[in-house]
């Protein structure tokens, strides 16, 4: 069987040197090419680099979260790298927005090229242009969409200054939830960059109180829609309206207009799952749908669960038939068609039993158990219509033994990493699931990064890999797939989405129901010190 940079080779005709660290340190972007042209057959990699050392943050004087009137605390560190991060044991709200970069990779992993998210931190970008930031460390964050007619890529940030604190949590300024310790508001953005390098932003007033995962463009049969995953609440039961409409499953209209032009609207939900749909008791309104990875298949809009305390973990999609799933479980109906409108909701009902009618299944054949601590799906990539592949993140559990030197119920994780899902007989099956080389639970170093305890947390800071979460791929012409996920982690650092992390690579048998022997995971990228890498895409080409 060919390995990854041959079976790579064999597809795109031209790979890149062989991996190699991301150029980056903290508040160094690493090189600046953006007038490098995005190539067809290359990858773009999401990646946010900590600039928070000068935020105002004093250890034991300021308060958090900003502008709070209720649960206030005080910093426990200051802003210095990485110690900043156990705050997050004081201030379950904490985090720092950060610029990000999209860089341009051979499927090897080498650089091409950097282009720089706009941000305040530039020359020429003053509150009223257009920007956009991320989270340092909202670990769900930043994933990359290939629209459906391959001609942009799509994630999610916020309209927000860099260096600013709690933003993630903050409200949206059109859904303001009274009873959110986090008083804060930020739009969420969908960015959208066009193969010719150009950007477009759109603002949402979706995901208040928590955070958009991700974005993807439909412009298939005359379509231009957005579809975004996320969650949204983080105060008091009952909710706001706007709350229980504002999470999961969204849609909106993609803009051309300035940001500071556009004016949107309340929440548009294009889905909706109610754990009542299986038969189950009613739990809190709205957080059936924490989703985290989205994808487009064969006309069908797919969605992850893979986290919170409620619902269930699993891999949903839209029923645009209302035939598929009567029960809650199905398959997508042949020849359905992709959503283009909101769904049209009974607002009357939203205390009472959240968004109605629901019109989203779990794909027949994954789990239904409520409250799952082994099953956390966040990025899928379908490779054809019977194979499907699934990210799964790992439990996040940083159990460590010193006698082995390892986080112990991360090694000891069956399902963690990449599952490979065949349909059969008219219901998905797990076939098997791929660690080989990821070497899971097992410390890693990072130059210039603390070796030694956290002395917050009692345990090691060196990271070790936890699962997957966003993945894409590419099948190649001699019956194989290529499949490039980012890794989640598990330390003792005060946030673990703090973690330096990697890109890796693997190939598969695409025919294969049991594993074949001599398959595992590369390292193509690793993030450096003060730098988390978070999506992976194929670039836009049209």
Known sequence: MLGLAAAVAAAVMAVGSVGGASAG??????????????????????????????????????????????????ASDGATYPEVWNNDGVDANFG???????????????????????????????????????????????????????????????????????????????????????????????????ANGKFHFTKTNAFSGDNGRGAILNREEGANVLYMAGNAGNGASPQPDGIITGGGAQIATPQTKALVAQ????????????ITQLGQKQDKIGKDTNFRGVTIYDNVLYYTKGSGSNGVNAV??????????????????????????????????????????????????FPTALKSKASFPFGIWFANSTTLYVADEGSGSNEYSTATGTYTKAAAQKTAGLQKWVLEGGSWRLAYTLQNGLELGKPYTVAGYPTGNNEATGLPWSPATDGLRN?????????????????????GNGDQGADPNKMVGITDQLSATSQPAG????????AGFGEVLRGVSLTPTR
């Open 96 to 194: 720092i927005t950060s610029p990000m970069y999209l860089d341009q990779v051979t499927p090897s992993g080498s650089l091409v090229g950097t282009i720089e998210v706009p941000n305040s931190t530039q020359n020429g970008v003053p509150a009223t242009k257009d920007q956009m930031v991320t989270s340092f460390s909202s670990k769900s964050e930043g994933a990359l969409n290939l629209s459906t007619d391959g001609s942009a890529v799509t994630f999610m940030g916020y309209l927000a200054p860099v260096g600013a604190l709690d933003v993630s949590n903050a409200n949206t300024p059109g859904v303001i939830d009274p009873t959110n310790p986090d008083t804060g508001a930020a739009y969420r953005v969908i960015a959208e960059l066009g």
């Open 316 to 365: 949903y999609f839209v029923d645009t038939t209302g035939r598929a799933c009567p029960n809650g479980v199905g398959l997508p109906e042949p020849g359905a068609k992709l959503p283009t409108e909101p769904l049209a909701y009974e607002a009357e009902k939203l205390q009472e039993s959240g968004i109605t009618p629901q019109n989203m299944c779990i794909l027949k054949g």
């Open 25 to 74: 340190v903290g508040g160094n972007a690493g090189p600046s090419r953006s007038g490098v042209p995005l190539q067809p057959g290359n990858l773009l990699v999401s990646r946010t680099v900590y600039n928070g050392e000068s935020t105002n943050l004093e250890a034991g004087k300021t308060q958090l979260p900003p502008g709070c009137t209720s649960e206030c605390v005080t």
């Open 519 to 526: 398959e595992g995971f590369q390292t193509t990228r690793a």
């Open 263 to 274: 004016e949107p609207g309340l929440p548009t939900p294009v889905g909706a799952f109610n």
């Open 471 to 491: 993945i894409t791929g590419r099948v190649n012409p001699d019956g194989t797939a290529t499949i490039w996920g980012i890794t989640s982690t598990v330390s």
